[in-house]
């Protein structure tokens, strides 16, 4: 970074104080706390966390360094304020998705473009974004989550919103922008699918996979003799000691003959 672009000590320094003002600030609402959900400790928490990392970004502009703390996301909703009797409701749906096979996705697009008879003599199946129309103007976006590694796709993050209205929108009044004006204190609740959910999941399971593999080392020679497939030694014999069992032509067991 130039010394052109760099803040000033003093802006650093007033950066600071501001960390230190809004940090009182957040303090005195929670004592103050009339509630779980408290509008006045949410707005000091975001104040409190926009002027830490206000100063963080300075203080490594000016002396790359940084500070102990982590600034959290905006992973939670702020407190209700919607009606308590919603006479409406919205479901706000995202879903992304890699394109992984091209070539399965549009295979799969020419398949819907031969069942049609009324297509068009241009094959739109031909491109990536020709065979996502085809694709996803012939099945229901539930049907292509369901089905999505058919057609060449791989899952990525999605979430959904239930938010609450007074009363139903006019026809047709949203449709040109219609995740524009989401207004987060009307979510009565939302659900989100995610791989950094799965990966924490994958950790933990990596922990327990190994205690059960040390149990499992500690059980397998619990008689002491060193010898841990011995149970399976004895089963291979008996199983085909079984299955050689000859059969005479009745496929009764035979008898056994004396030794001669």
Known sequence: MSDAAQPTAAEVRAAAEAVKTALDRHLAAVERRSGEEDPA??????????????YDELLYDRYDEVTPFEIPGEDTLPPYTGPEEPGALSVLIRRDYAVAEPQRL??????VEAADEEAPDVEASGTVHGALG??????EPDEIASRHKEFGLEEGDST???????????????LEAPFEEVDPER????????????DDIEDDEDIDDIGDIEDDEGRDDEDGDGD?????????????????????????????????
């Open 228 to 260: 841990p497939t011995e149970l399976d030694g004895d089963l291979d014999t008996d199983l085909d000691g079984d299955l050689d069992t000859d059969l005479d032509e009745d496929d009764e067991p035979a008898r056994p003959e004396a030794d001669r």
């Open 160 to 174: 959904l919103w239930v938010t609450a209205a007074d009363e139903s929108a006019d026809p047709g009044e949203w």
């Open 106 to 111: 549009m295979a799969q697009a020419r398949r």
């Open 187 to 198: 979510v009565v609740c939302r659900f989100d699918v995610s791989t950094v959910f799965d």
């Open 41 to 54: 400790v949410y707005d000091a928490f975001n104040e409190l966390a926009a002027a830490a990392e206000a």
């Open 134 to 139: 085809l694709l996803f103007g012939e099945f």
